[in-house]
């Protein structure tokens, strides 16, 4: 079908508005998930076998070179800023994942969601706690972990990411990556 010149270029313009939307929209997205990540920090990350009632990890030390037989989980405290407080208190949710990377016939790749408000989002009274951590400390504190189990016996890395597969720094370091080997 042809179409006269005005029809064409009206069309045109419709088409570089709709792709200028959505670029803008793509980036506010995007600088809103940086801002969240970069306003959370890992302050502890263990490996462990057990997850108490009050979600803290066994206190035994389990090291790095462990049994293959018992349950394997991969404990994180998060700090969040006031920043992450207030993305989260809009989104009621902050992306961290547990990418698991191993080698059996090949390198596979599970990502595992552990992010603040994964199941459902945080209803009221979860926020306005955190808000009171916030006003009180000037940040908060979550606890999350992923847990492996049937695992055969090989090396397993993990690296703590966020929803666009950026990395988190841990403490000191600039890569939150842990590396633990099952033996049989």
Not at 129 to 154: C, D, M, P, V
Request: aromatic content about 12%; glycine content about 6%; charged content about 25%.
């Amino acid at each position: 079908m042809w179409m006269r010149h005005e029809e064409c270029q009206g069309y045109s313009l419709k088409r570089w508005y709709l792709v200028g939307l959505f670029i803008v929209f793509s980036a506010a997205i995007q600088v809103n998930a940086v801002q969240a990540g970069s306003s959370l920090t890992i302050t502890d990350v263990r490996w462990t076998h057990e997850i108490s009632a009050s979600r803290e990890p066994a206190p035994e030390n389990i090291g790095t070179s462990v049994s293959s037989d018992k349950p394997l989980y991969l404990w994180v405290k998060l700090r969040g800023s006031a920043e992450a407080f207030e993305v989260l208190k809009t989104k009621r949710k902050l992306s961290v994942i547990h990418r698991w990377e191993y080698n059996y016939f090949g390198w596979k790749t599970e990502r595992i969601d552990i992010s603040i408000g994964r199941d459902q989002p945080l209803d009221d009274e979860t926020i306005q706690k955190l808000g009171y951590e916030i006003e009180a400390q000037g940040y908060f504190e979550w606890r999350t972990w992923s847990r492996k189990e049937n695992l055969s016996a090989h090396s397993y890395t993990v690296t703590i990411v966020d929803g666009f597969d950026e990395p988190f720094a841990c403490q000191a370091e600039p890569l939150c990556k842990m590396t633990i080997t099952l033996e049989p």
